[in-house]
């Protein structure tokens, strides 16, 4: 199963701290890597950070409590030296940002930096207030004070006229809010960097297509933990043409992600003939996922047995997927709904033993199973359990019927071609001879 895992390919488009939720995961599972070899990947991430208390721990779980790591030690010093200092630096500012008088400056003149700058002289701002505020937001995120560093940087983004350092603390502030899960913030903050890529006109193509691709793998903790978003994903990655773009080219592996979602969401179904096309455009072996496979077995080969032994890797995919652990079951669920209905689609009688065996259940299950989808679906059709058969009911239109349904825009196409013939006779306003 571990060549179905994205860790690696997701890491390579992350923070190091946006890593470590996703080892974390592993640690808790354990089903596909191995625990230690994890832990120590965990121990190597947090050593290149500030969250020194966090990697000396970890240290005791791979090496016992009796093994002292002195060098971690050592730089629980410095960093606890350097946390004292920041606080002294930091100091005017929180007194300056506490003041009722000043706070009701900086929202009213928030979009005017050099007025704001005049109009906080007499509270004791001073230009070099800025750089300690992104240098302190560095700071507090690297130890993994997340809720502090979004706050800095926030009130340097406030200060701040120098649009690429601004840019670059709104990725910081992204950052800071999905690991402190402020869902709602980091969302506005996505929509923001979204904006921001698409209109900053001194970026390459090639440089907005790799800022695309890293808010895209980013987005990932937003939409799968922000309870009114799953579906966004799908209008992020498919309807809007960058990002598409984006995943077709650069970021493939995502298309497991939009899949499951497109399968959940009926509003999904729209799109799955556009996520096939991509799969299908693909070279041979550059994509191989049991999500995707499946996909393309069901709807575009109508391959119904490996469609569900595609299925059944899936059920594994998922349960060590840190998205979507969570929706394995709804995933499940709603893919051996859609087995059915292009079953069905195709299909007049229908074998209930044999469905059973094609989504996994046992005959008696399955036949429980299929009377609720008929009902919920309100598919027409019944269940034979004598002869173990579902019979689709089959009602071909009435020739009145079919008359009305291909002559009913007849009238429009009509007036629409009177029209096109009206214009055509007529001169056009627009052109003047010169005389």
Same mark, same amino acid.
């Given at each position: 199963m571990?060549?179905?895992?994205?860790?690696h390919?997701?890491?390579?488009?992350?923070?190091?701290?946006?890593v470590? @939720?996703? !080892?974390?995961?592993?640690?808790?599972?354990?089903?596909?890597?191995?625990?230690?070899?994890v832990q120590?990947?965990? %121990?190597?991430?947090?050593?290149?950070?500030?969250?020194?208390?966090?990697?000396i721990?970890?240290?005791?779980?791979?090496?016992?409590? #009796?093994?002292?790591?002195?060098?971690?030690l050592?730089?629980r010093?410095?960093?606890?030296?350097? !946390?004292?200092?920041?606080?002294?630096?930091?100091e005017?500012i929180?007194?300056?940002?506490?003041?009722?008088?000043a706070?009701a400056?900086? $929202?009213?003149?928030?979009?005017?930096?050099?007025?704001?700058?005049e109009?906080l $002289?007499?509270?004791?701002?001073? @230009?070099?207030?800025?750089?300690?505020l992104?240098?302190?937001?560095?700071?507090?995120?690297?130890?993994?004070?997340?809720?502090?560093a979004?706050?800095?940087?926030?009130?340097?983004?406030?200060?701040?006229?120098?649009?690429?350092?601004?840019? /670059?603390?709104?990725?910081?502030?992204? #950052?800071?809010?999905?690991?402190?899960?402020?869902?709602?913030? #980091?969302?506005?903050d996505?929509?923001? !960097? %979204?904006?921001?890529?698409?209109?900053?006109?001194?970026?390459?193509?090639a440089?907005?297509?790799q800022?695309?691709?890293w808010?895209?793998?980013?987005?990932?903790?937003?939409?799968?933990?922000?309870?009114d978003?799953?579906?966004?994903?799908?209008d992020l990655?498919?309807?809007?043409?960058?990002?598409?773009?984006?995943?077709?080219?650069v970021?493939t592996h995502?298309?497991?992600?939009v899949?499951?979602?497109?399968?959940?969401?009926?509003?999904?179904?729209?799109?799955?003939?556009?996520?096939?096309?991509?799969v299908?455009?693909?070279?041979?072996?550059?994509?191989?996922? @049991?999500?995707?496979?499946f996909?393309?077995? !069901?709807?575009?080969?109508?391959?119904?047995?490996?469609?569900?032994?595609?299925l059944?890797?899936?059920?594994?995919v998922?349960?060590?997927?840190?998205?979507?652990a @969570? %929706?394995?079951?709804a995933?499940?669920?709603?893919?051996?709904?859609?087995?059915?209905?292009?079953?069905?689609?195709?299909h007049s009688?229908? /074998?209930?033993?044999?469905?059973?065996?094609? %989504?996994?259940m046992?005959?008696?299950?399955?036949?429980?199973w299929?009377?609720?989808?008929?009902?919920? #679906?309100?598919?027409?059709?019944?269940?034979?359990?004598?002869?173990?058969?579902?019979?689709?009911?089959?009602?071909?239109? /009435?020739?009145?019927?079919q008359?009305?349904e291909?002559?009913?825009?007849?009238s429009?196409?009509? $007036?629409?071609?009177?029209?096109?013939?009206?214009?055509?006779?007529?001169?056009?306003?627009?052109?003047?001879?010169?005389?």
């Amino acid at each position: 199963m571990a060549q179905y895992d994205l860790t690696h390919k997701l890491s390579g488009h992350l923070d190091r701290h946006l890593v470590l @939720p996703l !080892l974390d995961f592993h640690i808790e599972n354990g089903k596909v890597f191995d625990k230690k070899d994890v832990q120590q990947s965990k %121990l190597t991430l947090l050593s290149q950070t500030g969250m020194i208390d966090l990697a000396i721990d970890t240290h005791h779980e791979l090496h016992g409590a #009796a093994s002292e790591p002195k060098e971690l030690l050592a730089r629980r010093e410095e960093v606890a030296a350097e !946390l004292e200092g920041w606080h002294a630096k930091l100091e005017p500012i929180f007194v300056m940002f506490e003041n009722e008088e000043a706070l009701a400056k900086i $929202q009213a003149l928030s979009h005017q930096p050099e007025a704001l700058y005049e109009a906080l $002289q007499p509270f004791g701002y001073s @230009p070099d207030m800025k750089d300690t505020l992104y240098k302190a937001a560095k700071f507090y995120f690297d130890i993994g004070q997340y809720a502090e560093a979004a706050q800095f940087l926030y009130n340097f983004r406030v200060l701040s006229n120098d649009a690429d350092l601004n840019f /670059s603390a709104l990725w910081g502030k992204l #950052a800071a809010e999905i690991l402190n899960s402020q869902w709602e913030s #980091a969302l506005e903050d996505m929509n923001l !960097l %979204l904006e921001y890529i698409d209109g900053k006109n001194n970026f390459t193509p090639a440089q907005q297509l790799q800022q695309r691709a890293w808010l895209m793998h980013w987005s990932l903790f937003i939409f799968f933990n922000h309870s009114d978003t799953p579906e966004g994903l799908l209008d992020l990655f498919m309807r809007k043409e960058a990002c598409c773009n984006a995943l077709e080219t650069v970021c493939t592996h995502l298309l497991r992600y939009v899949t499951v979602v497109a399968i959940i969401h009926r509003r999904g179904r729209e799109i799955i003939r556009d996520i096939g096309r991509i799969v299908q455009k693909q070279d041979e072996g550059v994509l191989d996922d @049991p999500v995707t496979n499946f996909l393309i077995s !069901l709807t575009h080969k109508f391959n119904f047995e490996e469609a569900q032994k595609q299925l059944k890797l899936c059920e594994e995919v998922l349960d060590n997927d840190v998205f979507l652990a @969570p %929706l394995k079951d709804a995933f499940l669920d709603r893919a051996r709904h859609y087995i059915f209905e292009i079953y069905c689609q195709i299909h007049s009688t229908i /074998s209930i033993p044999m469905l059973a065996e094609k %989504l996994g259940m046992t005959a008696d299950k399955a036949e429980e199973w299929i009377v609720n989808l008929i009902r919920e #679906a309100r598919l027409d059709a019944k269940i034979d359990s004598a002869a173990g058969h579902v019979v689709m009911s089959r009602e071909v239109p /009435s020739i009145y019927h079919q008359v009305i349904e291909r002559t009913k825009g007849l009238s429009i196409r009509t $007036q629409f071609m009177l029209d096109a013939l009206k214009r055509q006779g007529k001169p056009r306003g627009h052109f003047r001879r010169n005389k």
